[in-house]
């Protein structure tokens, strides 16, 4: 089955990215939104997620990496972006006006197409390494989830 691309909404004072770092993987849990949960369902090992921050911020600020498959929370890897992604210039991107950031930005978890993941890293100047592209399961440590 072919990658596929997400991005994962926290709040930082939830959950921060620098946290999410600092713990190495975690779960996600907390989900209540029945398409989120869904959208969480169907994440696989290696898939490749988007970390935005929600609320304050409003920016995509790392990449993570699905290690371990719906059970029902999946572990995720993490790589910080170079720089942070606003959604402000998510938006003036036209490339990326069909985004699901852009048009349903409520959910907390939404699908990503591969050319938009691809470039929303270009816009944060980060390539990724060669283990993050790689499958791979580790075990969870910390929950990271958000509603």
Known sequence: MARRYWLIKSEPYK???SELVADGSTFWDGVRNYEARNNLRAMKLGDLCLYYHSNKGKEVVGVARVCVESYPDPTIDVVALKEPVTLEAIKA?????EMALVRRGRLSVVPVERLEFQRVLSMGKT???RPLAAAGKAAPKKNGGQG
């Open 127 to 129: 390539k990724l390494p």
């Open 93 to 97: 991107e036209p490339t990326l006006a």
């Open 15 to 17: 959950y921060a990215w």
